[in-house]
């Protein structure tokens, strides 16, 4: 990942409107910035525009130079917003339009109820998660209380469809 991570950061060198950069977290003088980011795992990837989250989102796609550089080259520097409109589809330029028609108090409410909601999916999906776990779990327990209850009878049938024992030419111990 490092290699394609360098070879991006090159390709965007002296672009005004990019930076790609890394943070080494395992470095203590990094581990308070990496904590203040939510950064946990390594490695993370974070991206940050006028639309993400003031920390920061989490970048989930591929990590070879030719993912990286794809979701660079749709995801960031110029995008629509105010200003910009001629880079907004015509679905954006409505909600653009929407949003610009809300006073100040109104647009911090919907910016707070659909960060709400995301996070309400996110807990949804983490408590679904639980649940399969749950459930893969007590299927690991029968599936092993089941194996354990019918391995004497195999050992047995097994046995006997091997046949009689041979014990001629065998001297006891």
């Not at 907004?88 to 109104?106: I, N, P, R, T, W």
Request: hydrophobic share 35%.
């Amino acid at each position: 990942m490092k290699p394609a991570w360098d070879s991006l950061a090159a390709d965007y060198e002296g672009n005004p409107g990019i930076a790609i950069v890394d943070v080494d977290c395992t470095k203590d003088e990094s581990k308070d910035l990496c904590s203040k980011y939510g950064v946990r795992g390594y490695p993370t990837i974070k991206y940050f525009t006028g639309a993400t989250d003031a920390l920061g989102d989490k970048y989930e796609g591929g990590r070879d130079l030719a993912a990286l550089k794809k979701f660079v080259d749709e995801n960031l520097g110029p995008s629509c917003g105010p200003g910009l409109e001629e880079l907004c589809s015509e679905e954006q330029l409505v909600m653009l339009k929407e949003a610009q028609g809300l006073s100040e108090e109104d647009l911090k409410a919907a910016i707070a109820e659909k960060q709400a909601e995301m996070e309400g999916f996110e807990e949804h999906f983490k408590a679904e998660v639980e649940k399969l776990q749950a459930s893969y779990q007590q299927l690991m327990d029968d599936k092993d209380a089941k194996v354990a209850a019918a391995s004497p009878s195999l050992r047995m049938y097994t046995a006997v469809a091997s046949g009689p024992a041979d014990d001629a030419g065998k001297d006891e111990l």
